[in-house]
């Protein structure tokens, strides 16, 4: 499943795929794979994720 | 060990600590390692277990039809080589489709470079092997002709780097 969530937050704080990444020390392909939905990350990856944008864990990764 | 026995493993030495000198200048910032993120390490282990069971299956197959007395294209250690070459293909070719084999701090072209010039090295080894007629004796291919097949894996391994480059870059076009 898709997750518009993690897209849609990166797009807001006007980040590329590619800045998130490097950010939380992945390649580009693996934030892409997540937004896709092909790749779940581990809880400490969501974690760093989380923490670069600004969100919870339940906003970015919770399915409602 | 004859002169040839010694030849080979001292080139196999030298091949090994050159690709360990190349593994410094390929790397993109001062770190001693490769860094591969969680995704890619994923990918690496399912690679290197489709790889492994390829060199099981290639490699049981050549004792196989040793021992029931078929007739091989060559002597056994040549077909246990190239199933090893094939489980190594499998592996990094699985890899680079899924993109978890080129490293975090890893520089893409000088790997491709490097891979490319492999391939021109092991051709011309075999080209030489093949003028002098040392490829094939008594109707069966020599351990000569391991350098082609090398030489043909690093082939392999860069259409796969090119293509899988073509693949992504219509897909961000696409995107």
Known sequence: MKNLKLKSARAALDLSQQDLAEKVSVSRQTISAIEKGDYNPTINLCRAICKVLGKTLDELFWEE | ?175
């Open chain 2, 1 to 175: 060990m004859n002169l040839s026995g010694i030849l080979i493993l001292f080139s196999i030495i030298v091949g090994i600590l050159l690709a360990k000198l190349f593994q410094r200048k390929t790397r993109t910032d001062n770190s001693k390692k490769y860094r591969y993120d969680e995704r890619q390490e994923v990918v690496r282990g399912k690679g290197f277990k489709y790889g492994f069971f390829t060199i099981l299956i290639c490699n049981g197959l050549s004792v196989c039809l040793k021992i029931a007395e078929v007739p091989l294209f060559a002597e056994l250690e040549l077909p246990i080589i190239i199933g090893s070459f094939i489980g190594i293909g499998v592996w990094v070719v699985y890899c680079i489709w899924n993109e978890g084999y080129f490293a975090l701090n890893e520089n893409k072209g000088k790997i491709m470079i490097l891979f490319v010039t492999a391939a021109i090295m092991n051709f011309t080894v075999s080209t030489v092997a093949i003028v002098r007629g040392t490829i094939i004796q008594d109707g069966k291919l020599t351990y000569q002709s391991i350098n082609f097949f090398c030489g043909l894996l690093f082939i392999i391994i860069f259409l796969t780097m090119f293509l899988k480059k073509a693949y992504k870059d219509g897909k961000d076009e696409q995107e």
